[in-house]
T-cell receptor, first 112, second 114 residues
Framework: NAGVTQTPKFQVLKTGQSMTLQCAQD?????MYWYRQDPGMGLRLIYY???????DKGEVPNGYNVSRLNKREFSLRLESAAPSQTSVYFC???????????FGPGTRLTVL | EDKVVQSPLSLVVHEGDTVTLNCSYE??????LLWYKQEKKAPTFLFML????IEKKSGRLSSILDKKELFSILNITATQTGDSAIYLC??????????????FGQGTILTVHP
C-alpha cells in the first residue's frame, strides 16, 4: 500500500539493544496500528492510536512503547530487545467509520 | 476474549480448481468481518462484510457471512498460480469507542500448482 511507509525494511539486533521502527501514512487518517506477525499466528495487535495524541495497548504490548508524533507518524520502540521479539512488524492505518485497515510493507526484525 | 479460527490451515490445489476457505469467530460485539490476501509482503484488503447472507464478489473471489452460525467463507473459482497466498480473516469488535480493533485468525496458506 503506497499510502504507508515503514523503515527500516530489515534489522538485526543483539539481545538488550534498543531500536525504533518508523511508520508514516500520507492519507490523513486518524487511526494507526502496530501489529506483529509470527508463523501460524496471524497478526496480533501491539498498540494502536485512535487519533493524534492518544495511544492504547493491544493484545501483546509488553516490551514495546509507541509514540504518535503527529497525525502522519506512529513509531514503535523496543527498549531492550529480546529473542521473543523476532518477528515481522506491520504498521497500518484505518479509514474513518469502518474497520478496514491498510498495511505498510513491514519490517523484518531478528533479535539474536 | 475474541477468537477467530480459520480452516484449513493449508491447502494445495491445481490451477482451475475451486476452493472454499472457512472462518469461524467468537466475538462479544460483532461489527464486521474482513478478508485479506497476503503474498510476500503486506496484507491487502479483499472484502468487508457486515450483513448476513449478502455475498460480496470481486472477479473470481466471493465471500458470504452467516451471523447466526458465526462464520464466513471465501470462495475462489478457477484458481490461478497468482492466487497462491496466505488468506487472513479478521473480525471487528463494536465494543469501545473507536473502529478498527481487529482480531485476526491464523490464516490459510493456499498453494496453487500449474
Amino acid at each position: 500500500n503506497a499510502g504507508v511507509t515503514q523503515t527500516p525494511k530489515f534489522q538485526v539486533l543483539k539481545t538488550g539493544q534498543s531500536m525504533t521502527l518508523q511508520c508514516a501514512q500520507d492519507m490523513n487518517h486518524n487511526s494507526m496500528y502496530w501489529y506483529r506477525q509470527d508463523p501460524g499466528m496471524g497478526l496480533r495487535l501491539i498498540y494502536y492510536s485512535a487519533s493524534e495524541g492518544t495511544t492504547d495497548k493491544g493484545e501483546v504490548p509488553n516490551g514495546y512503547n509507541v509514540s504518535r508524533l503527529n497525525k502522519r507518524e506512529f513509531s514503535l520502540r523496543l527498549e531492550s530487545a529480546a529473542p521473543s521479539q523476532t518477528s515481522v512488524y506491520f504498521c497500518a492505518y484505518g479509514t474513518s467509520g469502518t474497520d478496514t485497515q491498510y498495511f505498510g510493507p513491514g519490517t523484518r526484525l531478528t533479535v539474536l | 476474549e475474541d477468537k477467530v479460527v480459520q480452516s484449513p490451515l493449508s491447502l494445495v490445489v491445481h490451477e482451475g480448481d475451486t476452493v472454499t476457505l472457512n472462518c469461524s469467530y467468537e466475538v462479544t460485539n460483532f461489527r464486521s468481518l474482513l478478508w485479506y490476501k497476503q503474498e510476500k509482503k503486506a496484507p491487502t484488503f479483499l472484502f468487508m462484510l457486515t450483513s448476513s447472507g449478502i455475498e460480496k464478489k470481486s472477479g473470481r473471489l466471493s465471500s458470504i457471512l452467516d451471523k447466526k452460525e458465526l462464520f464466513s467463507i471465501l470462495n475462489i473459482t478457477a484458481t490461478q498460480t497468482g492466487d497462491s497466498a496466505i488468506y487472513l480473516c479478521a473480525v471487528g469488535n463494536a465494543g469501545g469507542t473507536s473502529y478498527g480493533k481487529l482480531t485476526f485468525g491464523q490464516g490459510t496458506i493456499l498453494t496453487v500448482h500449474p
